[in-house]
């Protein structure tokens, strides 16, 4: 995006609308006195959050430039406290990030507008759509030809860019200044990190939750059809995939408020690599079992599992569910599902990232704000045992094993400016205020692109005060936390060519649900693809860091 379309978008951006009331964020901001037992400096900075979360107040309309700039602003004193004004004057600087939704590079221009004014250094940017994103990366990676320096990059891509040696070590007074050891345990090391040596900024913790609709499970109408179409059980929301399926296929051609009635969305149009973590996300709870720690790939030789009766049984769910949803959903990316129909007001359920409960409350394109209700991703009643061929049936019941997809942004300073002293420092300075303790509360309770990532993130109390219903933000927060910290939780491998593996399956799956294949057979073409991909990439190699990547 150029700089002049930026702009543009700046003008464009509609004019806010009330979606909550906001009176329990000024009596929560009146009760600051009593917190007279914490220090001046505790107090101060307790202060300093609960202003920036009042900019502009959840409900009170989607944030602009100008709330990002101010933003920005109340959280320089780390900044000030590593850089003196003016420090990094004449010093240009190079950013690649997404530009996804309008958020991600568009909030870090305003964040980074006032520490651009007080280091005197400047940023040129570098804007990418989610689908040109791992295209764009992996172009540069192959052919050393790293035009940027600072990047907005996912852990899973920490294989190709930290191993092979281009990304620069995080200096430890930026460690320091952004609080390291706030971030929730599943993102400590090995995440961030390459050979024991730290790379990341963490901006992002991502999982995959289960969004639905609480109108649509509470609705009489839909409960007594539901219950004379000879269901046994409750109408109500599902607690397993086989339930999902069930509730998708029975709300064909049923209405809900006047308007068609949909079940779940699926995503099946190839979006950058970044689409196979929907199918991940139907996947997991049949192919992560409890006793074992690896679901993509066996641990001993890279076999892919992805044609095993677990994944193929969720590539047929997928099948299986398309003809009770909308008529074009063979057309639909995760954007599509999310943004212009779960939002707008149409679908019952989708799985995505973090966004969906942040968009839901503090945007302007909302229409479901009061009506969306959050969980951790659906169970199995079984769950399939790679180790003996066999499905089981759990003691415990229905399996549970939450995606937690990608891993998270982060901010990574690259290792070509390691020979300017100046332009290396003003770049981690960059990054760190992008990723500051304080900053980060801010971008998870609004629409960023980012989700709770730190332990900090977790305080119920001041999401209320900035204008979250309680109800609401518990039921979403147990959801993130919920999927982070469950024992069976589905965590990715950070080996190299980690996106190539999943844009092959993108492309094999197009094939799969336009009917050219049944599953089995597309699900064979995939796994025939990624062992020819872990051969040229060296199979022994990539053993090894599977491996270390699953702590085994």
């Known amino acids: 995006m150029k700089q002049q379309e930026y702009d543009q978008h700046l003008r464009m951006r509609p004019n806010r609308r009330t979606v909550l009331k906001g009176a329990a964020s000024a009596a929560a901001l009146g009760s600051a006195g009593a917190l007279g037992a914490f220090s001046e400096r505790a107090l101060a900075q307790d202060n300093l959050r609960a202003r920036m979360l009042q900019i502009p107040g959840v409900g009170k309309g989607a944030p602009t430039d100008a709330d990002w700039q101010k933003v920005g602003e109340l959280c320089l004193g780390p900044t000030k406290a590593n850089v003196k004004e003016g420090e990094f004057k004449g010093v240009e600087l190079s950013f690649m990030g997404l530009n996804n939704q309008n958020l991600h590079n568009l909030l870090f221009r305003g964040f980074l507008k006032p520490w651009e004014a007080y280091t005197g250094a ?18 540069a990676i192959a052919t050393g030809t790293v035009d940027f320096d600072i990047l907005e990059m996912g852990a899973p891509f920490e294989g190709d860019v930290c191993g092979k040696g281009l990304a620069s070590e995080m200096p430890d007074w930026v460690k320091t200044q952004i609080d390291i050891d706030d971030y929730v345990d599943y993102l400590k090391p090995p995440v961030g990190t390459w050979n024991g040596k730290t790379y990341r900024v963490t901006i992002d913790g991502d999982c995959h939750n289960f969004n639905f609709r609480t109108d649509y499970f509470s609705d009489p109408t839909l409960a007594k059809a539901w219950k004379d179409a000879g269901n046994a059980s409750e109408w109500g929301v599902p607690k397993t995939w086989q339930q999902v399926q069930a509730v998708t296929k029975f709300l064909k051609g049923k209405k809900i408020k006047g308007q068609n009635a949909f079940g779940y969305l699926d995503a099946p149009k190839p979006w950058g690599g970044f689409g196979f973590y929907f199918l ?3 996947a997991t709870a049949y192919a992560k079992h409890p006793d074992d720690k690896a679901w993509l ?18 590539i047929q769910d997928v099948i299986d569910a398309l003809p009770s949803e909308p008529a074009d959903q063979l057309n639909a990316d995760p954007n599509t599902t999310g943004f212009q129909q779960f939002l707008a007001g149409i679908g019952a359920m989708i799985p995505w990232w973090g966004d969906i409960g942040q968009v839901a409350k503090a945007s302007d394109t909302s229409v479901v704000g009061d009506v969306v209700g959050f969980d951790i991703l659906p169970g199995s009643d079984d ?12 003691a415990s ?7 937690c997809a990608y891993l998270g942004w982060g901010v990574y300073v690259m290792a070509r400016v390691a020979g300017d002293e100046r332009k290396h420092k003003a770049a981690w300075s960059a990054a760190a205020h992008l990723g500051g303790k304080d900053l980060s509360l801010w971008t ?23 204008g979250y219903d309680k109800n609401y933000i518990t039921s979403y927060l147990n959801s993130q936390f919920g999927s982070y910290n469950h024992p069976n939780r589905a965590v990715e491998p950070r080996i190299p060519g980690i996106f190539q593996y999943y844009s092959i399956a993108e492309d ?3 094939k799969i649900f336009a009917g050219q294949y049944d599953a089995q057979t597309g699900a ?13 990439i060296g199979r022994e190699k990539q053993i090894a860091l599977y491996k270390a990547s699953l702590g085994v």
């Not at 400047?122 to 172009?139: E, T, V």
């Not at 790939?297 to 969720?314: C, E, G, L, S, Y």
């Not at 019941?397 to 995606?403: K, Q, R, V």
């Not at 998870?444 to 692109?449: C, D, F």
């Open 297 to 314: 790939f066996d641990v001993d030789t890279m076999k892919p599992r992805i044609n095993n009766p677990a994944w193929v049984r969720a």
């Open 444 to 466: 998870v309770m609004y629409p960023s692109g980012f989700q709770v990532h730190r332990t900090s993130h977790s305080n119920i109390d001041e999401w209320v005060a900035a």
């Open 397 to 403: 019941g229905p399996n549970h094993a939450p995606n």
């Open 122 to 139: 400047k940023i040129s940017w570098i804007d990418l759509a989610q689908a040109d994103y791992n295209p764009r990366l992996q172009q």
């Open 508 to 510: 094999e799956l197009t």
């Open 383 to 394: 769950v399939y045992n790679s180790k003996t061929g066999k499905w089981d049936k759990l």
């Open 524 to 536: 064979n073409n995939i796994a025939a693809a990624w062992e020819k991909l872990t051969d040229q």
């Open 280 to 282: 991940g996300s139907r």
